[in-house]
């Protein structure tokens, strides 16, 4: 609509100016009174139609904006939701309530959150709730009455508080695999953007991992109703509730055997934002895996080559997993066929009123793969950005494959999406909100991220607790290199790695921590964000460091050859860095993947005689945190304008390391290149010796 009434105003305003300042002018001398007036009436009524029109135009951009904004509060909220901070999801559900009235998505989330503060309330009455005739506990004296025989306060120190966000009550266990398996997946989707509904048809090949199973379960949002389902052709019951869609065969699905499952669903409008926050639009759609549209069993646990055909009204095109395979045309439509042999890791599919624009990306030296087409959809007022985005994609899947071997998919697509506020990197292709398109510089960090998850969450398949950290900070890294190799200056990672430890220790202290080891991507808690991606991504900095270059690329190109297609945990990568760098490196993973927060470094140095011709520089370093780390550190020693770069290896609370140096130690610099995550470590004034006689 918002094009249309653009050019129609132009159009408008065009005529006017034309007709007012050549026509009138060589016409009007020989004109009567009257038409002169009916001339410049008719100038007005021109006038009056552009400006209705560009006020039209002008207020459905500012609708437009304002929708997009809303949106954008409503998923900051889902993620402090997320990370457990319910005060400042409710903040920001209430901002987008406040910009889009009636936000159905925004009013049902802060209605959890007052049912679960409600509820925490209740629990902590419970709890304060004592029988004032039992005694206090063996353990805690009981209180005395205040004055000169109280007690005094004891030192003992208080107990170790709960790993995440403070005050959060114990999380249930992990996901677990279903107890079948995904081994194919085939969709048939009509899609009709203007209603914002989806009609569609799910055929799912299952197969039992050794369990006999009664009754079949899968995830499938709300909002998408089943009507039908059948397995092995014969009519199952079903139920739905909330995400939960349980299918009962006629028989159970016996011990290691095979089954094929249709399920016929629905979605239905009038509201275009699907819960979750995706979007089914004439403006864009896009659905994600974590949306839950298709019923299937976890993102972390599907696993399949996958078919799928997508109806569209015509004028859209529609992208999906895989290879585009068929486009078949009528009167009123268009559909699509995407299909990939491949294990796919997920479902995802964008379809917009795109307009697309392609290079062929061939392989480089040592890789071995068909010319891969790069294809960039983007809405009509952004084709111009397409050829700066395709060159960039092109670039940066050249960089991967030199150091993670062949792309592993058909093609890759970047597709522009609305409202979605970053990036999504699915299989064979990744989704970009418009406002990367809108941008006059292109966010390379951001498009590279998103790029990288081919190989890490693609095609390395992560599993179990911390497999977030074998996909984002994967794909963190892998851009962070990707710019300092475009760049040409290995001080651009540093910066990164510098800027990503402030950021996490910052968000740690302020949203609450836990180990990397320990994160579930299904109940994300504190500074997830931050602990993943950003400490996550400076922990393979740090491995990098500690096992060398060398090591640490062959450790990265055999993790992604060996699990390609594959599913893989942190002790598979642990094995392969060990492999690859002849080293014992668990102590490595324990301390940086097992345990919250960073170093923490106190030290101080002073300058004794040593003889006539040197001295000797002392530098104590105390580790300040629960246990000490294991590190090898530069240090930076400035004696009177001297500059001197020395090693050291941490692995005790105190240390001391001597230098002989000719003059005085002035300045320390411990980790100057920012290796390490650690707080700036703090000078110590030493106490000064005291004097006796004689001295």
Not at 344 to 351: D, F, K, N, R, T
Request: glycine letters at 6%; one cysteine or more; a positive charge.
């Amino acid at each position: 609509m918002l094009p249309g009434l653009l050019a129609l105003n132009v159009a408008l305003w065009g005529g006017v100016l034309l007709y007012a300042l050549v026509v009138t002018p060589r016409r009007s001398k020989s004109w009567s009174p009257n038409a002169r007036r009916a001339n410049l009436a008719g100038i007005a009524a021109a006038a009056l139609m552009a400006a209705a029109a560009s006020a039209l135009s002008y207020q459905h951009s500012q609708q437009v904006q304002v929708r997009q904004k809303a949106q954008e509060y409503y998923h900051a909220g889902i993620d402090n939701v997320q990370r457990g901070d319910l005060t400042a999801a409710a903040e920001d559900f209430e901002k987008a309530r406040a910009l889009q009235p009636g936000h159905p998505q925004a009013s049902e989330q802060l209605q959890k959150i007052q049912q679960q503060k409600t509820a925490d309330r209740r629990e902590v009455r419970r709890e304060a709730t004592v029988d004032p005739n039992l005694p206090p506990p063996a353990s805690v004296p009981a209180p005395a009455t205040a004055g000169a025989n109280a007690p005094a306060p004891t030192n003992a120190p208080a107990p170790e508080p709960v790993k995440g966000t403070p005050g959060e009550k114990a999380k249930p266990a992990p996901h677990k695999p279903s107890p079948f398996e995904i081994i194919h997946y085939a969709l048939d989707v009509d899609l009709d953007p203007a209603a914002h509904t989806l009609d569609a048809t799910a055929t799912v090949r299952v197969r039992s991992r050794g369990e006999r199973i009664p009754v079949l379960d899968f995830s499938l949002n709300k909002e998408f109703k089943p009507a039908s389902a059948d397995v092995d052709g014969a009519r199952a019951a079903f139920s739905h509730k909330n995400d939960l869609f349980q299918v009962t065969p006629t028989r159970p699905l016996e011990k290691n055997r095979e089954a094929t499952v249709t399920v016929h669903y629905k979605r239905s409008g009038p509201d275009p934002i699907v819960e979750g926050g995706d979007l089914i639009s004439t403006e864009g759609t896009y659905l994600r895996s974590e949306a839950r549209w298709y019923p299937a069993t976890g993102e972390l646990d599907f696993r399949a080559p996958v078919s799928v055909h997508i109806r569209v009204p015509k004028g859209y095109t529609a992208v999906s997993v895989g290879a585009l395979k068929g486009v078949e045309k009528d009167e009123k439509t268009v559909r699509y066929h995407w299909e990939t042999p491949k294990f796919a890791s997920m479902v995802s599919l964008a379809a917009a009123k795109y307009v697309s624009q392609s290079v062929k990306v061939p392989p480089p030296a040592g890789v071995t793969r068909p010319e891969l087409k790069v294809t960039c959809y983007t809405f009509p007022e952004h084709r111009k950005r397409a050829p700066e985005f395709l060159k960039e994609a092109a670039a940066m899947v050249r960089f991967y494959e030199e150091r993670y071997g062949a792309y592993p998919y058909e093609k890759l697509a970047v597709t522009e999406i609305p409202l979605f506020p970053g990036g999504y990197g699915t299989t064979s292709f990744v989704m970009l909100i418009d406002k990367s398109f809108e941008e006059a510089r292109l966010d390379r960090e951001f498009l590279s991220h998103e790029i990288a998850h081919q190989w890490w969450g693609n095609s390395v398949f992560p599993q179990g607790l911390g497999a977030a950290w074998l996909t984002e900070a994967f794909a963190n890294y892998s851009a962070w290199m990707y710019s300092a190799a475009r760049a040409g200056n290995p001080r651009v990672l540093t910066k990164r790695v510098q800027k990503a430890t402030a950021d996490y220790l910052r968000a740690a202290a302020r949203k609450g921590d836990q180990p990397i080891a320990e994160t579930d991507p299904y109940q994300p808690v504190g500074a997830s964000t931050q602990i993943v991606y950003e400490k996550g991504a400076v922990v393979l900095h740090m491995l990098r460091h500690t096992v060398g270059d060398r090591a640490f690329a062959k450790t990265l190109r055999a993790f992604a050859d060996d699990f390609r297609f594959g599913k893989a945990t942190i002790p598979d990568f642990r094995r392969i860095a060990e492999r690859e760098s002849g080293h014992d490196l668990g102590w490595f993973f324990d301390q940086w993947l097992g345990r919250t927060g960073g170093m923490s470094l106190e030290y101080s140095f002073e300058t004794l005689p040593d003889s006539p011709k040197q001295n000797k520089a002392v530098l104590r370093i105390k580790q300040t945190g629960a246990a000490p780390y294991r590190a090898k550190l530069s240090v930076v020693l400035d004696v009177e304008n001297s500059i001197r770069k020395h090693e050291i290896e941490l692995t005790q609370a105190e240390q001391e390391f001597t230098f002989f140096v000719r003059g005085k130690l002035t300045t320390v610099l411990i980790d100057p290149d920012n290796v390490y995550l650690m707080k700036p470590p703090r000078w110590v004034v030493p106490d000064p010796k005291p004097v006796t006689a004689g001295d």
